[in-house]
């Protein structure tokens, strides 16, 4: 099996920042994609960030500028930082990646559990 586990997330003031990481674990033979999801309350998951294999970068117009995505293969660990924070990115975030287990020739999504993510003053 194959688990993330994230951490990072919280309460912070307009402007600040916040680090967010996911880490997996278990039986993966590779990883190919890994990225970062939201939902905010009564909205749809949207996507925030992606990162390739070969650390191809993608992210929503909504955050770009203000989010960095990264990941470090070595530890199956994918991470987003957050700076000048807004109202508008409150939401549960969820971690993923595009994997594939020492079980299957399949290349599949994993999830985390969420952090919840709340920017007020």
């Known amino acids: 099996q194959v688990h993330l586990v994230q951490s990072g997330g919280g309460l912070v003031q307009p402007g600040g920042s916040l680090r967010l990481s996911c880490a997996a674990s278990?039986?993966?033979?590779?990883?190919?994609?890994m990225g970062w999801y939201r939902q905010a309350p009564g909205k749809q998951r949207e996507l925030v960030a992606t990162?390739?294999?070969?650390?191809?970068?993608n992210y929503a117009d909504s955050v770009k500028g203000r989010f960095t995505i990264s990941r470090d293969n070595a530890k199956n660990t994918v991470y987003l930082q957050m700076n000048s924070l807004k109202p508008e990115d409150t939401a549960v975030y969820y971690c993923?990646?595009?994997?594939?287990?020492?079980?299957?020739?399949?290349?599949?999504?994993?999830w985390g559990q969420g952090t919840q993510v709340t920017v007020s003053s």
């Open positions: 993923y990646i595009n994997a594939r287990s020492e079980r299957s020739w399949e290349y599949v999504n994993y």
């Open positions: 278990g039986s993966i033979f590779s990883i190919s994609a």
């Open positions: 990162i390739t294999s070969s650390s191809n970068t």
